[in-house]
């Protein structure tokens, strides 16, 4: 493989030629802020926040889709990197609520991370602001657009289910929105619960319905599971408090892999201990169904002549 050398933060570093600036950083431990940009499932370099200055060239480039290049001297934290920062955080924390204090995404948010990290604050102002549009039709899936900073992740992991394309941009210019199919609440919509989505959103604009207001994120411990249920093994953690489960999730999917419904589910049955009964929607309603045939299991048991448990 064709490697080049460069420099990041007066660090040298040899790596593989189609590399981007920003995978080049993390390898030696230097933390790029990323909103917008998830490997293999994101790569549009629309938020900017994860802009580097690199000598010789005229304007501040946008690391997450920048290739490296041989003899590449590159800055991650200069003054006007920082300052760059620092104005997006400021012009997206103008069109959200001040709402960290009770915010269920609060202590996992990259919004109020990178504000803390550039120490950017909430700005009054009279302009607009995003309007609170709460959508919680979906029994696992709790959507605030007015937190939502347009990052196009639940956009594009949600385009990788076969056929499926839920959600997209609606609108244009500053009352730009994320939609479900056409405008619908998630319930009418032909969304299939998958909670791709939410494990992707680095705000608090997607959350899994049944967690909200039921532990804060710094109360949690958490442990690594893999689903068995396919080859692909999808990444779960078992959120713990003081030792009892409190909920499962799936984790940000590595390399492009997302999750499926009944993996999800799975997961949920074997160690949620306070797991409610699934829901399943059938002519346009959400209806409690068994856990085998939420798991499409039912001819597997019928087999095994334990159907109906
Ligand atoms: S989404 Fe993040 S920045 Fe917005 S209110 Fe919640 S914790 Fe705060
Ligand atoms: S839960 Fe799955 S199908 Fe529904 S909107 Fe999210 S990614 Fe799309
Ligand atoms: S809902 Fe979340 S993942 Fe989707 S665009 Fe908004 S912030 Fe990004
Ligand atoms: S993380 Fe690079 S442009 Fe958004």
């Known amino acids: 493989m064709e490697m080049v050398n460069l420099t990041i933060d007066g660090i040298h570093t040899r790596v593989p030629k189609n590399w981007t600036v920003m995978d080049a950083a993390k390898a030696i431990g230097i933390d790029i802020p990323a909103l917008c940009y998830l490997k293999g499932v994101n790569e549009i370099g629309a938020c900017r926040i994860c802009v580097v200055e690199v000598e010789k060239a005229r304007t501040l480039q946008a690391s997450c889709v920048l290739p490296v290049a041989e003899g590449m001297v590159v800055h991650t934290e200069s003054p006007s990197v920082v300052e760059a920062r620092r104005e997006i955080l400021r012009l997206l924390l103008d069109n959200h609520p001040n709402d960290c204090l009770t915010c269920d995404k609060a202590g996992e948010c990259k919004l109020q991370e990178y504000a803390y990290r550039y120490d950017v604050k909430f700005r009054e102002h009279d302009g607009w602001r995003r309007e609170r549009h709460i959508d919680t039709t979906n029994p696992y899936i709790y959507r605030d657009d007015s937190k939502c900073i347009l990052c196009g992740r639940c956009v594009s992991i949600c385009a990788q289910i076969n056929e499926r394309s839920v959600l997209s941009f609606g609108d244009r210019g ?108 059938k002519d346009g309603e959400y209806v409690e169904v068994a856990w085998a045939e939420a798991l499409e299991l039912e001819d597997l048991l019928q087999k095994l002549g334990v159907a109906g448990k």
């Open 174 to 281: 500053y009352r730009t929105h994320i939609i479900a199919d056409n405008e619908r609440t998630l319930a009418d919509s032909t969304c299939v619960s998958c909670g791709r989505c939410l494990s992707v959103c680095p705000v608090g604009a997607l959350l899994d319905n049944r967690a909200i207001g039921k532990y804060r994120s710094w109360e949690l411990e958490k442990e690594e599971v893999i689903c068995n249920r396919c080859e692909y093994g999808c990444e779960f953690e078992l959120l713990k408090r003081e030792g009892k489960i409190v909920g499962v999730r799936a984790k940000s999917p590595s390399n492009g892999r997302p999750l499926c419904l009944k993996g999800r589910l799975t997961l949920d049955l074997l160690y949620n201990e306070t797991a409610s009964t699934p829901l399943l929607k």
